[in-house]
């Protein structure tokens, strides 16, 4: 067989596999390349088995090299295992070499350490979740950062290859069992057979592996059904025609093959359990340890924060809401909760979620606010998202948001606006109330409605004046006249007729209009003043019938005032805001409420130096309550 041709490995092993065929099929030999252990109970069987395999290779010609051939060893070294007693160990002069081997500096050092490793990674618990840094470093434009977590995971698969790990050899007629269990980070499964020899379920091969981007998204349960295809996959050359017992810690999965709405994902996996001969057996997370450990190992590392972990399992144990439920736990399932390498858990909807201990849950809601300052939607989310837990969650956030000082005096207030409509009290006695309004380089008022009657008639008189002086805009004084001899002949809905009828008594007349003569004869003034008697009060009864029309329209519009009393504390709103000051905030505080005024006004002082007017005058709409600390 000429050397260097890439076919030549393969096409000497199958000659080999040809010449001790018959040897094979009879469990007598393990031929590998040209390798080949002869299996025996005892002394005499290795000899007798020897001799068939010395005379096949007699008959074929092949010849032996008797210096590198070890005979009746009860311990071999073999493909960089040891062999002895039924157990399988990692040869020592290849531990050596991962113990002696240097911290890597490059990413095709950290390549050449994963595949010495890799090598093993059916003796350690768990290595692809452990190994997870270092992996990542291999990725596509990933900048090479040997940091803490990297540094931990290379000493850690040192420090387990250097404990001796321990596998038994499999035998094909003891009862087996596939363990498996899921998590965001990982999927791991155990091959365990009970040996007759102690009663005892003995490790046969660890499998596990990271998860990917988008397994990352699947539900719990499409994680641990992922778990249990993966492992009959990698276990499929040991449990093909075997019955085995499949071992998980997810109720759902015991159901999965008698449902009939199963999503197409699922569906399509559990096809693939049609090829086995199992049976599902459930058992509670806290009997699964051995296992959940496998896919969780170091995934706190990736998913939260070591000193945070740290510091709510330190919390939790202090906690007097979560240690009844873990000594709950102790008794059997309760409420969805489960315990992890002492954690407490919770399962909503098919996620495993952290539960936030009480004297921690202010810092974990203020950490999820404060990074933007979001609404309680976009907060609650963000908790969520992170998989904790807090009891109450979206009250408890609500609270801390109604008393975060930024988001006081940088929002406005959305929502429904506070406070109603409270119509002015009109008499029939005509000109009893005068409102009046500037119009010019004045500031704006701070409650425009407290003087809404002249505003609402402004928003008519000021278009049809600029539009009336077109021609020179600075002499629109010009036409107030006439406009308003035209305003007081209009018919108004809130008095039921003119404004001059309802003052005279009679129409309007023009300068040629001989009516007006009318007015001064003595003969019809006591018809006239009756007249004009009753259109004042049918005009009074008119206004209470309209204002009453109006609060109604406009209260839909409004909800009840926040009613504050004297000496709180308050924010006000800043009622001018000048250019460039879109990010400012749009209340101003600490003010000091001195008096409580009618209609939801109140007098307020500032306490403190800020920006401001010393003293003002404003109404509820424009509060907001100082949190209390």
Known sequence: MPFGLSTCPSTFQRFINTVFRDLVVQGIVLPYMDDIVILAKNESEAIERLKKVLQVSSDYGLEINFDKCQFLHRKIEFLCHIIENNKLFPSPSKTKSVVNYPEPKTTKEVQRFLGLTGYFRKFIPAYSVI?????????????FNFDVKQKASFDELKRLLCQK??????????????????????????LLQRFPDDNSLHPIYYMSRKTSETERKYTSYELEVLAIIEALKKFKVYILGMPFKIITDCNAFTKTMSKKDLNTRIARWALNLQDYDYTILHRSGSQMAHVDALSRIQVLTNQYNDSIVHRIKESQELDPHILPIKALLQKGPYDNYCIKNNILYKFIDGAEILVIP???????????????????????????KNKYFIPQLQSKIEKYISNCVTCILKNKKSGKQEGFLHPLVKDDIPLNTYHIDHLGPLATSSLPRANGQVERINRTIIPVLS???????????????????VLNSTFQRSINTTPFEL??????????????????????????????????????TQIL??????????????????????????????TQQGPGQKLCNKFIGTYKITQVKPNDTYNVEKCGNFDGPTKTSTCAEYLKPWPNK
């Open 467 to 485: 539009k009336m002086s077109e021609d020179d805009p600075t002499k629109w004084f010009k036409h107030v006249p006439s406009l308003q001899e």
């Open 358 to 384: 009480d004297e921690m849950q202010h810092h974990f809601i203020k950490n999820a606010h404060d990074k933007g300052h979001f609404s309680v939607k976009r907060t609650l989310e963000h908790i969520i």
């Open 545 to 574: 019938k309209v204002q009453n029309e109006n609060k109604k329209s406009y209260n839909l519009r409004r909800k009840s005032p926040y009613l504050y009393s004297v000496k709180d504390l308050v924010a006000i709103k800043k």
């Open 131 to 143: 190994a997870k840094p270092l992996s990542d470093l291999l990725r596509k434009d990933t900048p």
């Open 503 to 540: 003052l005279f008594g009679t129409q309007i007349n023009n300068k040629t209009d001989l009516r007006i003569q009318q007015l001064i004869d003595e003969q019809l003034q006591l018809e006239f003043n009756e007249n004009r008697e009753l259109l004042r009060k049918a005009a009074k």
């Open 165 to 190: 790990p321990v596998l038994g050899i499999y035998r094909q007629n003891c009862e087996t069992e596939i363990h498996t269990d899921a998590s965001i980070d990982g999927l791991a499964a155990v």
